[in-house]
């Protein structure tokens, strides 16, 4: 029954005929698991298609939704598992492209007939880091929106075409909701499409002589690729979707706070695979940048390139090859050692990510005070604080917070107006709450969280956070104890003539004076 | 797995490897398509759903009689929030006794009014009459009007309902 219905569509379509061309092509003995990665790489390709198609059901590509959007996406066990599979699948396929691409140049698989195939790979590899790069901006996150910022001064500096370039990657004046779409739309529509056409033209050029095989021709008949190698190709991509299954369970790593352009203080950092990129780039300041971010990268990838006619010998031995293998080698060890090296140097500002910022729990006072919650709660006319997440910025509290009739119909009495500084805290406290409820502070440490969040942010820095006019306070505590920091803060005259800090005697209470001095005390 | 690639091979070899390649295929293809099929298939309702809304104090209210109100109501359409509104007939009954009908004729989903000379509902568009406990009096609606969980506060001012 089935065999007629096979034959009665075979002299229709034809089928048969192209699935032997396809599964049946004879592979040369001694063909093991070295060959095993190119299937790799197709199967991870196909899960990155899989899984980015279905992401796209639920993702919206504009500055105001795209947070909230990635975050609604992984409210759910399964969108955490497809969220976790597209993004450690990015990694992986730059890990086994790496891996394909040494088994290719060990074997002296570029060897002629097979220089355009190994073209077309490295073009593969380039269309790879596309893909990694724009799909690192869509969550719009604090990571994604700064290493673009990155990205983009980057591609400033390649010669004469510089502005043009960064103008056509950032699309509208700022980074901003036209970069977000177009970076999206290059990352699901253009780089596909182009993927698509370039692994055909891989596999045809693959399949048009064959496969190099082992090194060492070996006597004997060739055997059809289905089922013999293909069952060493099932095992190998079975052992490799487990592991990326395995790593996925737990999804991607949790996101940063919404994008924020006007967050001065955050330090960008770009994904592993680019940090040797980023690591190289800090040896050549100043002028000599260009050197690192475009001349270096780019030599190297015109070595890669060529490797087929610098390495001209008819020989595939590694043996006779050492001096070709040994600068690969030694290019490969160079980019792990500047990946290790920019995996370790992390920037020393950088905000501890455990505790919560004075910041984020003076913002609690803000909230409590300006009565948020009168709107902002279970029955309330305005979602829970928890659940807004602060996609919005400062200046879209403050006008909420002046007339929330505007901004929030149905509200007719605007509660008490709040200052920049305020919202600024509050927004920090409403984005923390969105990833874990308040742990709860001693009232001192509140009371404390509150004036800094009010008066001293805008010059001193605590943790990371505020303005650098008056030094750092992180651990004034070794060098002050209470009553010093408490006559200082009251009349910085009386302790030190020359200060240029303005006394808060008479802008904070007693209480007030006493909770910031015992807290600045407390941190050594 | 070791594969001989000079010996001749024998028809079960070859039957045993289709049958793992086929294996592998079906199993990661099928986990693959039920996890993106449960992802595609999330159901709609995530948050909100059953959140008590004021709809106005006790002092606007008459008893007995139908009264409508508008609900803002912040609707969590997925990601998106959007701000819809809903408008609610209560009826108090004095105290804490208070109802509420939903203002959705159940025919074709127009906005029955009260009339206040009838004491009934009317529905513009299709003849619906409903009484004022919202049983259906006359014309073409399937099924009373829907009843909305509501009372009044603990402070006794403020009628709330669940939307």
């Known amino acids: 029954m089935i065999e007629r219905l096979g034959r009665w569509l075979d002299e229709r379509t034809g089928y048969r005929r192209i699935r032997r061309a396809l599964l049946e092509e004879p592979l040369p003995p001694g063909t093991g698991w070295a060959f095993t990665f190119g299937s790799i790489l197709l199967a991870l390709l196909l899960v990155q298609t899989l899984t980015g198609a279905f992401l796209t059901v639920y993702y919206a590509p504009t500055p105001d939704h795209a947070y909230d959007s990635v975050r609604f996406i992984i409210a759910t066990t399964a969108g955490r598992v497809v969220r976790g599979l597209h993004y450690f699948g990015a990694s992986f396929l730059i890990v086994f492209t790496v891996i394909h691409m040494m088994r290719v140049i060990v074997f002296g698989s570029y060897k002629a007939p097979r220089e355009i195939t190994w073209l077309s790979g490295l073009a593969l590899l380039g269309l790879m880091l596309a893909f990694a790069l724009t799909g690192y901006l869509l969550p719009w996150d604090q990571r994604a929106y700064w290493a673009t910022v990155v990205t983009i001064n980057i591609s400033r500096l390649v010669p004469i075409a510089g502005d043009t370039s960064a103008a056509l990657l950032q699309g509208g004046t700022s980074l901003g909701a036209l970069t977000l779409t177009r970076w999206y739309a290059l990352h699901v529509i253009f780089l596909p499409a182009l993927l698509v056409a370039l692994v055909v033209v891989h596999l045809a050029l693959m399949r048009r002589p064959g496969i190099s095989g082992p090194i060492r021709a070996r006597a004997g008949a060739a055997l059809p690729f289905y089922p013999f190698h293909a069952a060493r190709d099932a095992a190998a991509i079975a052992l490799v979707l487990l592991g990326l299954a395995a790593l996925a369970w737990r999804g991607a790593p949790a996101l940063d706070a919404p994008a924020d352009p006007a967050d001065a203080t955050y330090v960008p950092r770009p994904e592993w695979y680019f940090l040797a990129l980023f690591q190289l780039l800090k040896y050549f300041p100043g002028r000599l940048e260009i050197l690192g971010a475009i001349l270096l990268p780019a030599l190297a990838g015109l070595a890669l390139a060529l490797l087929p006619w610098i390495d001209r010998g008819p020989g595939r031995e590694p043996r006779r090859r050492l001096a070709v293998l040994s600068a690969v080698v030694a290019g490969l060890i160079a980019v792990v050692a500047l990946t290790v090296l920019g995996w370790r140097d992390r920037p020393a500002g950088a905000a501890p990510r455990d505790g919560w910022s004075l910041l984020e729990i003076g913002g609690r006072a803000f909230v409590q005070s300006a009565d948020c919650a009168r709107c902002h709660a279970d029955t309330g006319l305005a979602d829970p604080l928890d659940r807004i997440g602060g996609a919005r910025g400062v200046e879209w509290i403050e006008g909420h917070i002046a007339d929330p009739e505007m901004i929030a119909p149905g509200l007719r009495d605007p509660p008490a107006p709040v200052r920049e500084r305020e919202a600024a805290a509050i927004l920090a406290y409403v984005r923390r709450l969105s990833r874990e409820s308040y742990p709860g502070h001693a009232r001192r440490t509140r009371m404390a969280a509150a004036v800094y969040a009010r008066h001293c942010v805008g010059c001193h820095v605590i943790d990371g956070e505020g303005g650098s006019d008056g030094p750092d306070l992180s651990s004034i505590g070794r060098t002050h104890d209470r009553p010093t920091l408490r006559r200082w803060i009251a009349d910085p005259e009386s302790v030190d003539p020359d200060a240029e800090m303005p006394s808060f005697a008479r802008r904070l209470s007693a209480a007030e004076l006493d909770a910031i001095a015992s807290y600045l005390a407390d941190r050594k | ?163």
């Not at chain 2, 000079?6 to 070859?14: D, G, N």
């Not at chain 2, 609707?75 to 209560?90: E, I, M, P, Q, S």
């Not at chain 2, 006794?97 to 009317?122: K, M, Y």
């Not at chain 2, 509501?150 to 001012?157: E, I, Q, T």
């Open chain 2, 1 to 163: 797995m070791r594969t001989s690639l000079h010996a001749p091979v024998s028809p079960a070899r070859r039957r045993v490897l289709s049958l793992f390649v086929n294996g592998v295929i079906a199993v990661t293809g099928g986990a693959l398509s039920v996890l993106l099929g449960v992802f595609a298939a999330r159901p709609s309702s995530t948050a909100a759903g059953g959140r008590w809304f004021r709809a106005g104090p006790v002092t606007d209210l008459v008893p007995g009689v139908p009264v409508p109100r508008v609900v803002s109501v912040p609707a969590a359409d997925g990601w998106y929030r959007a701000r819809g509104r809903a408008t609610v007939f209560l009826v108090w009954e004095g105290g804490r006794d208070v109802r509420a009908f939903s203002s959705t004729c159940t025919h074709l989903g127009c906005q029955v009014h009260w009339d206040a000379e009838a004491t009934r509902f009317i529905c513009p568009c299709h003849g619906g009459v409903y009484a004022a406990d919202g049983r259906v009096l006359e014309g073409p609606p399937p099924r009373p009007l829907a009843t909305v969980r509501a009372r009044v506060d603990d402070s006794g001012n403020t009628v709330l309902v669940q939307l």
